[in-house]
């Protein structure tokens, strides 16, 4: 069978087959790896649990990570906002909130689902479990969810890594935003095309975005952009409710990112030889920490 690692070949397969697009990437998972559906689910379900307890401990987190950079971000949003109008909004805030949270985890060498990588793992639960809750969505619609953004990733791994050393911080917090778009919108109602949309709104607006960690350290920005993205995952969720497609076709989109990622210097690829990494106050925290 010929490999479907596109969003148009998703989507011709679940018009042919009349599945949801959820059903077909299922479907396909069980075809490539022998895998009964049981376990699948299971699996997945295991990683909720995963991405539940790294949320619930980056809230709590008062230690400061390894590099002294990071302390208890989530929990200082937390404390104002109990007593503070966000003028995002309470939804987008605490999307932003739980994202940075699992971020946290991330840095401190905590336990996280690395969905697609560990810098970016706090994108795609921190806007499902933000949603969920407002919801009020189940294990299982999660789950489904979840394979909307597997679906993402597959596509965007047949042309190129999905990490800041190969592709920049495009290929990192920039695809978790497409992947919690798409999946979060298929949660909210959002069929066929529509979700593939989300993707391509999502990413295209952070295309370029550069590796440019401080010290080597997954630290900052990572864990702070976390939150940026998860928030721009919603915009482009919204665009498209509201009835606004991305010119560029979402697989286009795929292809002018993995061209940039060839195109980006590898000074802004995880080296820390430039951006961020080489400001003045960037490297004099990494002498500290040398």
Known sequence: MKPLWTFENWLSRSREEGLSLAEVILK????ATGAKKDEIMDGLEERLQVMRESLKAGLEREKTTPGGMIKDESKTLNHFFSNNRPITGSGVIKTAIYAIAIGQENAGMGRIVAIPTGGSAGIVPGVFFSIAEDKKLSDDQL???LL????????????????????????????AAGMAAAGALFL?????????????????????????PVGGLVEVPCVKRNGFAAVQALLAIDLVRGGLKSVIPPDEVVDAMADIARLLPSALKETAQGGLAQTKTGLNLSERLQ
């Open 148 to 175: 909307i953004a597997a679906g993402v990733g597959m596509v965007v791994g047949e042309k190129m890594g999905m990490a800041g050393a190969s592709g920049g911080c495009q290929a990192e917090c920039g695809v």
């Open 28 to 31: 396909k998972e069980m075809e």
């Open 188 to 212: 909210l109602g959002g069929r066929g095309e529509e979700v593939f949309q989300a993707f391509a709104l999502a990413v295209k607006n952070m295309l370029g975005l550069v590796c440019d």
């Open 143 to 145: 789950k489904e969810g």
